[in-house]
């Protein structure tokens, strides 16, 4: 298989050509100095993956002929839904990163009271494209072909007041909790982790969580930064129930 894959908005198929715009025709020749011929995938999160080559490459245009189908392994059965408090930054990105390289399904960044980002509407839209395009190069790095969905960021209070998630394991991570993580009894498909910002979350926020179903677990005797807690919480799951436990 290529050693180069790209993310693709377009609709996949063998034979299909697609013409890649400036900044993916400026990554292809520039950034990884492909030349016309040379090999790669493709993945759109939705068709699969593509073995496909370089047809021509252009400084504003590119065109890639998409070849066979390629099967993959590299989603995991099981479901995290990862509920972040969001974090400054590069921690907020690091997190986004890895938690797509582990195998997260799905992201909600979430205000909290103790949280020390504030953004207005057109300044989260724009976090969270930029969140979404994070993702996507960690799916590209990975080997994963679906990228996870990323929600609109939204206050935790609100969130929790929509009521059931479809998950069989909700879970907050709590420094003081008796509960560890890797005690709980395996989800049977899906499970939602919720993880505080820098400041962690407040005993209001704990209270809401717990009227909402949420089981407080812990990681062990020392507090984590927020996004070594999300992370290592990720790990515990995939390793406990997911696809990197022991077969």
């Not at 407080?216 to 070594?228: C, D, H, K, M, N």
Request: charged share 25%.
């Amino acid at each position: 298989m290529a050693s180069t894959r790209l993310f693709v908005n377009d609709t996949l198929g063998s034979g299909i050509e697609l013409q890649l715009g400036r900044e993916q025709a400026h990554y292809l020749g520039r950034v990884l100095r492909l030349r016309d011929g040379d090999l790669l995938t493709v993945f759109n999160g939705d068709d699969g993956e593509f073995d496909a080559r370089v047809a021509s490459l252009g400084k504003n245009i590119a065109t890639v002929v998409v070849d066979a189908p390629v099967e993959t392994a590299t989603e995991s059965a099981l479901k995290i839904h990862l509920v972040q408090g969001i974090s400054r930054g590069e921690r907020m990105d690091f997190v986004v990163q890895k938690a797509t390289e582990l195998g997260v399904k799905r992201i909600t960044p979430v205000f909290t009271e103790y949280g020390l980002v504030k953004l207005d509407q057109a300044r989260a839209a724009k976090r969270n494209d930029h969140w979404q395009s994070v993702a996507i190069s960690a799916c590209e790095q990975s080997g994963r072909i679906r990228p996870p969905l990323i929600d609109a960021p939204v206050d935790l209070n609100s969130w929790l007041g929509e009521g059931a998630k479809e998950t069989d394991s909700d879970l907050i991570l709590h420094p003081g909790a008796s509960t560890p993580l890797s005690s709980i009894a395996a989800p049977v498909t899906k499970v939602c982790l919720l993880i505080g910002p820098e400041g962690g979350f407040s005993d209001k926020e704990y209270e809401d969580a717990d009227i909402a179903g949420f089981a407080a677990v812990s990681l062990g005797p020392r507090i984590l930064r927020t996004e070594t807690a999300a992370l290592t919480a990720i790990a515990v799951a995939q390793s406990c129930w997911g696809d990197l436990r022991d077969k």
